[in-house]
């Protein structure tokens, strides 16, 4: 209510009682003009009701909301069904203009300030949990390899003869092709194993740069977040030799936001060497639905370059939800949750380690993989471990076994599924990934140790076959 | 309620009552039968109840509503705050795996299954308003210019040297972007004058194709639905030269669905030529949210190779917007707005030609352009009517002065915003989109004319500046 | 946004853009402005969005939704479900107060106002649709027979003595059951036969008052919106001899606000005689879920004094959904669809009669009846028919034959269903109610059409049972 | 998705998604059966999904849902506001029939079937809770003091001669107002004073019931939940005393439902003597919004009785609300809230122990009031105190001062708010409510504590003017 309707409200109720709701409202404005004022994530998270109230008011600044307003072009952000048109909050501008996705809408200044704010919010808190170097960000409305691909389009016009992108292998398809869909060449650099881990072979990398000549590398695309055995990429080496050669370097940090791990080795590959971008998705690291990745960066012009790079406007659906998901959980709410998701993975590895021990089996080291953990099966229980698993409901669970081929966009990778062509175990990971519970933790555990058993006696005898596209069980 | 459900109320109601109301909801079952088993867009709209209904139904079908799912992954469509996943009918997973767009995810059953219905309902409704020949479509999770650019690096790998993209020029800024971006270098073939109306240079084309080499030509990228006084391309000569000189052709329909006349001369070009894909936003042609475009075509393998091209998963909701408003609409609830589209394009052109008549200027004669209309603005006034109109809370107008130049994508445009570098007025465009009403015609020309009256002694004597980027008036 | 924000705003957006949006929500501003500052019902309807923007401006003035609160009473409006805290857009406390349904809530300023707002706008309508002279009104969460018999209740305390409730017949039973769940006794006056309509017998009740005494007798209660063939009672004759016999009057409206006939004699009567209350029904008079009443009259002290009859606090559901839907209609949306009813009724009653004159059957003659009208049927068609309409989907069809006897609350009714001890036919009848469209009314003709040729050899044979409570056939 | 649509789908996806999705379907299913089954209150709560989905089940039962339905009754459940058809679940008729509020509506099979199981679920929490003897119970659309009333008035036929209600002394309005509108008399009986407790005195209300003649007693109303330091009634004996003299016994039970021990009292008191009916409000008993009241008792035969007295229907929303709700929270969510409370309360004591020790105040000993307890304050500090703690958004705290009168429904009551004529000392009181957190209390307490300290000096000399009604402190 604003100050005259309070006034008018006095005639119907006793002024006290207008008082108290107007003080009690105080605290909500504040919280909104310091949202304005600052652009920082709020420390606490906010109620639903300021949250909606908020988005009521950013929409009604959009022209189509106008009361009197009168529609002559060929998008008026007209909306033919009510059941769209709410869940929307009645935004349908969209964001960006032709020229540019961070671009102001002059139809659509609330959509505008929305998207604003939610690129504000993001950085402050990537800035706050760990990377305090980060100069900028924009959260893109496509998921991470379509912002990966964005990235690697918009390094060509500065590097026009580059051909190359190096690529330290981690055996995920969409990370394969948004460099050749980008149009690309993949120079594929095997990892080496180390112990049971898997790790960048940085001397093989550096020889590709020199054999290839740093000049016709238009990328290197590193990896943080991955599934055991690979670790975290050894960012801090590869920003060395991308900052001598003047190399790009993008890092692909799919999942990496909620690990202080992996933030850690981006600020300081950042500070010891380059990194022109890491690329997180929205939906893994903010608990929001798929379809939102966030491009951030340690040079603001490299960034701002990726925005108007984006032909055309943009749904601004995902920033939406990032919005109101930031409101509500506040800084508190997301450190508390990566402090519960590293408590969970402690739990989870010595739940896994307990198992191992019991039935005999090995669990994999690899210390550099904050996320998920690896352990080895006996030979041929693979597959079929897979679909126990599947039946009982549990989703995520990947079996690898290591004899895989596999050619994505006209790479062929031998030992598909291990980011390794001879990893020497078949095995199963698992992850504790952000918004897991302690109970996903056990229940997993139980059902995991069920299949085990009850395989053991088949296992020595039976070798399952393995699908083509088996890796992830589902 | 299941049958057995059914069964079981009745020892709380009257069997009678039971009876009724499941003879009621056959017609419901009936319905989504029947959308499974046809796959077609519905004649007639389903209510909002029914609708709703069948998305909880389906949200049920994705592994994060399973009441006993756990999981491990790192990709759980864990859905943080009440308020998103409540809009969004708790679909977490978004639609498409790592290796292509369409594909099922083993996870969200539901989603797949919305995202194939919708490209269905899509396919059919584009077939039966005009487009007999389509074969496929992708309903794409980004907006028109980016499915642009997806489309034409979907052409590299079969045509890895070319690296033109003819196109006669339209001058909108996304278009230029999106053949830029995707790498390739834009060759502008301007257009020619006919009476008041700009068309295709159709015989600079054909020599633009012989002196770069048809082979090293990537692509043709026409537009039919565009701003007045600019007439929809010679589509059905260009995709002649296509076919012949063996260049894919890609057509620019951004707003052309809601009209009969674009779709007409697409399902032409495609008989009669070459088109491998024409492209088309779903927030102007089906009232949604800004966020969405379809990408379709008369070869269904290309259509795929596009879906197949796209690195990773993407945001559902552009197509659970689609999906809603389909339903709801119906063919015939379609039609009928296409209907009511066309009456108010006459009525918009009658009245525009009477304020014409009384004020004596030019209503630009434009026949080929089936949704806007353009009238011949006094000198110097341009600038000043378009902020006037935009005080009065008419939004979407354009105003051009025929002086400007624009440097886009590195390309420099003479006479930006009238898609000719010399043509001879200033002059102001209005379109008829869908959904627009006849009041919405009725008060823009009452305001129009008010300022069109109000500036006219002025406008003898002033000539007002233009500011840079004014094209639009907001 | 406040002025505050607004300002704020200005570091992200371009000043022009905000003072656009500003500027636009001015309109919205002044209607709530103008809403708290006349309590009127507004001229015009309001859009959805302003509409819940107010409401969630209301739910913040509550004490449950204070960011600080901290609460140690025994109700302090906590809600357990989100489901059912935004259904209530977080109105907790209801309205009222031990002492007074419509006394202000110190905990609940927000619902508070609201009720007042609801109840002002309800009795300015009412007003403005005819009954001029209205002086107070209260909407009461509770359907029409309760809030009869708490206005019968709230009469007590002054007539201690009188125990008697005249009642010119009317077939229904919640209006026998309010009197004597009340504690009153039931004088029945049967009504006179004229013509084929059915018709309050003055001179019987006015012998009634002589007979029992005008001390004895608690309060006449009459009926203005009923069933064909019975007509709206002779209110102004009846109001007189309670004016001039000192006897509380009260008018069952249960649907006659939709009706300017029924609002013309309530007008009128109050004018002329005596009315003390008139009640109506929400849900049949405003199209809004069962469950309110209003209870109004042409003496302001009354109707507060029925308010503080009643103990303790109550729902606002009721009220929250007439608050939306007066805002939403406006007192224009209200009289157009007064208008289309009447309209509606002529159609009904021109059809019925030509199905009439085709099947050789009597359309019952009723002009005081201006919503339902009746159709006389073959001896034995009744219970048949009805049932075969119900199976056709027809449902609120009344079929009636007058050899029923019915004990209701202590008090048997011969000819049952037909407010008439020997109605000389058997009918049906159907209504022409607010909210029904032209469709309803050609679909019901067409059913009814066809049930009644299919029967009409059957009949001459058949006497067809007819069930215990078989008057509605739903 | 029903058998035949998943069969349609295996067209779309691979049959063993949509047999994981129909496996996973089938725990919900399950859950509704033995729903529609048992009818039980489950013991584990539902997650909404499965909630809205069976309301949206329940709402195409109805008439008005069904898709081609044609009324031509008056009261056809249209609702005109997209927005309260969305808020209601589109369920529109309400509950009950003319005739008896639990009867089934032949036009309304989804909200009949929705009002009897959310009667059995009530009635078997409450006898999974403490009330084991309860033979049935009534979900009543109004709050407690109106349904207490409704009991009353439901008493008078078996007893038309009787006028009289005793009344244990409970200085709270509704209640008393419910005897009075009712039309009954009310004899105060006035409580006795045992150390600091207030507590029934059962001879003087033995020697009433001997002076005014068993016959002529209506009723005694007592009352279990109530603020400290009055306990709760002396249960057993008064229904002792009811049976022997054959006198209708009802229990004010208002939030008695979230105490063991006033279930205990009352089950007890069942077993040992008469109840005819407990009556309890949902909103403070299942943290719903006020609007709805249970009426319990030992007899089906009396509560279906009530349910036969109430006239006409009634809004089904209260009703929603708490099949919602009790869905959501099963019984084990119920006693996990009860536990809490207990926990809370304990909580509460012991720190407001403290605090009396700290500043030498007397904390009042009454260990039959399980929910609130008393802290005597010193002369004079009352009225200050609350509209202290009201200022620092301190709610539902209580002061009280002994030497107020007042007259409500015409009986004079001496120390008003007490519940005693001279009780010894001013206090003031805070309850631990269901739904209370321990932060609630604790923050409670640091205000209280800081507003003590800070009068501590004025009080010595100030004798602050207490307000006509101000017990409650808003």
Redesign the interface.
């Known amino acids: 209510?604003?100050a005259?309707?309070l006034r008018?409200?006095e005639?119907?109720?006793?002024s006290t009682?207008?008082k108290?709701?107007s003080d009690?409202?105080i605290?909500?404005?504040t919280k909104?003009?310091q949202l304005?004022?600052k652009?920082k994530c709020p420390d606490e998270g906010w109620?639903?009701?300021?949250?909606?109230?908020l988005l009521?008011?950013?929409?009604?600044?959009?022209?189509n909301?106008?009361?009197?307003?009168?529609?002559?072009?060929?998008?008026?952000?007209?909306?033919?069904?009510?059941?769209?048109a709410q869940?929307?909050y009645?935004?349908?501008?969209?964001?960006g203009?032709?020229?540019d996705i961070s671009e102001?809408q002059?139809?659509a200044?609330?959509s505008?300030?929305l998207n604003?704010?939610t690129n504000a919010m993001v950085l402050d808190l990537i800035r706050r949990i760990g990377i305090r170097g980060t100069q900028a960000c924009l959260v893109m409305?496509?998921?991470?390899?379509?912002t990966?691909?964005?990235t690697l389009?918009?390094l060509?016009d500065s590097r026009p003869q580059a051909k190359y992108v190096l690529w330290p292998r981690i055996d995920?398809?969409?990370?394969?092709?948004?460099i050749?869909?980008?149009?690309f060449e993949v120079v594929v650099v095997e990892n080496v194993l180390e112990g049971d881990e898997i790790r960048t072979d940085v001397p093989a990398l550096k020889e590709k740069v020199t054999s290839l000549g740093a000049e016709n590398v238009a990328a290197v695309l590193t990896t943080t977040?991955c599934?055991a055995p690979r670790g975290v990429d050894r960012l801090e080496e590869v920003a060395k030799i991308c900052k001598e050669h003047n190399i790009p370097h993008v890092v692909n940090n799919?999942?990496g936001i909620q690990s202080t791990k992996c933030l850690h080795h981006i600020q300081q590959a950042g500070r010891v060497g380059r990194v022109d971008a890491f690329i997180q998705?929205t939906?893994?690291n903010?608990?929001?639905?798929?379809?939102?990745a966030v491009v951030a960066g340690f040079d603001a012009h490299f960034i701002e370059h990726i925005g108007k790079?984006?032909?055309?406007?943009?749904?601004?659906?995902?920033v939406l939800?990032l919005f109101?998901?930031l409101l509500?959980?506040g800084v508190q709410g997301y450190t508390a949750l990566m402090t519960q998701r590293s408590q969970h993975m402690e739990h989870?590895r010595l739940r896994m380690g307990e198992v191992a021990t019991n039935l005999n089996l090995k669990l994999l080291q690899t210390k550099n993989n904050p996320?998920?953990i690896g352990l080895a099966l006996p030979e041929g229980a693979g597959t079929e471990l897979g679909s126990q698993l599947?039946?009982r409901?549990?989703?995520?669970?990947?079996v690898v076994t290591p004899d895989q081929v596999k050619v994505v966009a006209g790479v062929t990778l031998k030992g598909w599924g291990a980011h390794h062509p001879n990893y020497p175990h078949a095995y199963l990971t698992?992850?504790?990934?952000?918004?897991?519970t302690r109970t996903?933790?056990d229940?997993?555990m139980a059902?995991l140790e069920k299949c085990l058993k009850k395989m053991s006696n088949k296992l020595k005898e039976t070798r399952a076959d393995v699908n083509e596209d088996g890796l992830?069980?589902?």
């Open positions: 209510m604003d005259e309707s008018l409200a005639r119907l109720l006793p009682y207008i108290q709701a009690a409202d605290s909500r404005r909104i003009h304005l004022e652009r109620d639903d009701q300021t949250i909606e109230g009521i008011d950013l929409a009604k600044m959009d022209s909301n106008f009361p009197a307003n009168c529609g002559v072009g060929e998008r008026e952000a007209r909306i033919y069904s009510g059941l769209v869940r929307h009645r935004l349908g501008h969209g964001i203009r032709s020229g102001v002059p139809k200044a609330g505008s300030l604003k704010l409305p496509m998921a991470t390899g379509m990966v691909m964005m389009l918009s060509r995920q398809k969409s990370c394969l092709k948004s050749s869909t980008a149009g977040s599934f799919a999942y998705s939906d893994k903010f608990l929001v639905p798929v379809g939102g790079m984006y032909p055309g406007r943009a749904s601004v659906s995902p939800d109101i998901t509500s959980m989870l996320i998920s599947f039946l409901g549990v989703s995520g669970v990947r698992a992850a504790a990934a952000l918004g897991m996903d933790v229940t997993f059902r992830e069980n589902q």
